[in-house]
Structures are given as structure tokens and as C-alpha cells.
């Protein structure tokens, strides 16, 4: 593992912290982020600081088990949770953990964000699992998330808040973005009506597109494709409904591909400042 320049990613830290904070993901102290720069060390927020008013000197360095190795100040209450996420997943290098308010509000209510409504967020988020309540800076925490470390790219946690982790501080940071935004429009959609599934047929696709930007993870549950109104779909009306997700022809998912690369394309570059 190459190691990364300290004092950048520190600065990085801090810019992370202040976005987490004017989004309201955290308020008052809570919060925390990691970055992994090296095979040994890791910087971490410090405890009782407004992640939005973070300086470099404030972050402090620790190695693998959690041991201060510089910084004058005590390291985030929750990095066992972030130290059991390096433990099992050697590619990850940045975690991020905050109480963004639609997010927690699932988990709240025994939810997880777990099916599928927007082809970006099956692609670049995944399935997001709602964990098990834990009582927050103990052990339970880690042993809470264990379960949903090697196949998943973030966690709801139970009456708490959301974890996400990536393979850089930009990827962990804006899973937690989308992690909010899912939730947004779950909320909005549930509000308006009944959401409907992406249908079942349409995910290979999907599937296909985040396996080539490299992202692992389970995907969200599907639906049957909504009932036809087409020229041509005759008049058996709803009874068409589970039929026409089937008859998907290979133009149309042609299609879905060519689309949703072009959006998935198009957010990755932007992201890449
Ligand atoms: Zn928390």
C-alpha cells in the first residue's frame, strides 16, 4: 500500500467535515471520519470537536489497533467501527459515519434502504442493510456491522446513524450522500404514492455496469415491470404486467446501458476533481 501524503489528506478530512456539517448529516460534536494512509497508520477526527470547524492539527494518527502514534488530541469514541471496517476489507481506505436525518429516521423505524427505485444507486450504492442496535463507542458497535462488512459498501445503524466506507475519502463520503439522498426520495416517493420496483429484468444490466467501474456489493430487491401501455400491447391491460418485464428485447437494454453508463460516467467524472 502506497502511502498517502498525511498533511493533504488531513486538509481533505477537514473539507469532508465541514460539507458533513452544512448538509446536517451531523450536528453539535458527532460524527467521525478515518482515512487509511498507510499499511499502519490511519488519521482519524478527534472526539468532542465540531466536525465543522476541524483544523489539520486537530486530526490525529493512529495505527492499525487504535493506539495514538501523533496528535495531541483523543481519537473519534467510534474508531473500533472504523478499525473492524480496515480489518476485513484490505482495499478500503476511507470511512465516514454520521447522523444524516432521513437515513437515521430508517433506521429509527427498523428500516434499511434495501430496494431498488434509481439504476444510480443500485449501481453506485448497492443495498444498504439496517444493523442491530448497539450502544455507540462500545464493542457491540463493530460486532454489529460484521455481518454486512464483506458484501456491502454501507450500513444503517439502528437508532443511531449510517457508516459508509470506500476506496478513497470522496467514494466513502459520497455513499454517505447517496445513502441520504435514497432515503430522501424513498420518503418523498412513499408520501406521494406507492414506488414501483426497477423492474427484475432490467438489473443485469445494472449489475454489468457496476461490475466495470469495479464496485462489489449485493443490489437492491426488484419489481415486475409496470403494466404495458405501448401501440401493440393489445387489450389484456393489467394482465400484461408480469409478461412485459419478460419481453424486454435486446434493444432495450442496449438502451438502459448506453443511458445509465452515460449518467454514471458523467457523475464519476465529476467527482473526480
Ligand atoms: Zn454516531
Known amino acids: 500500500m502506497e502511502r498517502m501524503n498525511p498533511f493533504a489528506v488531513k ?3 477537514c473539507e469532508i467535515g465541514r460539507r458533513m456539517y452544512e448538509r446536517e448529516f451531523v450536528a453539535a460534536n458527532d460524527g467521525n471520519i478515518s482515512v487509511r494512509i498507510s499499511d499502519k497508520e490511519i488519521l482519524t477526527t478527534p472526539t468532542g470537536v465540531s466536525k465543522g470547524y476541524m483544523t489539520p492539527d486537530m486530526i490525529v494518527t493512529v495505527d492499525m489497533e487504535g493506539r495514538v502514534v501523533e496528535g495531541s488530541r483523543k481519537p473519534s469514541s467510534e474508531l473500533k467501527m472504523h478499525l473492524k471496517v480496515y480489518r476485513e476489507r484490505a482495499e478500503v481506505r476511507a470511512v465516514v459515519h454520521a447522523h444524516p436525518i432521513t437515513a437515521t429516521a430508517f433506521s429509527v423505524c427498523g428500516l434499511g434502504l434495501d430496494k431498488a427505485f434509481m439504476p444510480e444507486l443500485v449501481v453506485t450504492l448497492g443495498l444498504v442493510p439496517l444493523a442491530t442496535y448497539a450502544t455507540p463507542s462500545t464493542d457491540e458497535v463493530p460486532d454489529s456491522i460484521s455481518d454486512y462488512l464483506a458484501d456491502y459498501n454501507a450500513v444503517l445503524l439502528a437508532h443511531h446513524g449510517a457508516l459508509t466506507w470506500g476506496r478513497d475519502l470522496t467514494e466513502a463520503y459520497y455513499r454517505m450522500e447517496s445513502v441520504e439522498f435514497s432515503a430522501k426520495i424513498v420518503m418523498a416517493a412513499r408520501q406521494i404514492g406507492d414506488p414501483n420496483l426497477i423492474p427484475c429484468d432490467k438489473m443485469p444490466a445494472l449489475v454489468k455496469i457496476r461490475e466495470g467501474l469495479g464496485i462489489k456489493g449485493v443490489v ?3 419489481g415486475i ?8 400491447a393489445g387489450s389484456a391491460g393489467s394482465a400484461g404486467s408480469a409478461a412485459s418485464g419478460a419481453r424486454a428485447s435486446a434493444a432495450e437494454l442496449e438502451e438502459i446501458i448506453a443511458k445509465v453508463s452515460e449518467r454514471v460516467s458523467a457523475a464519476m467524472g465529476a467527482r473526480g476533481r
Do not use: N
Open 225 to 232: 415491470a409496470p403494466a404495458a401501455s405501448a401501440p401493440g
Open 220 to 222: 437492491p430487491a426488484c
Open 11 to 13: 486538509r481533505e478530512i
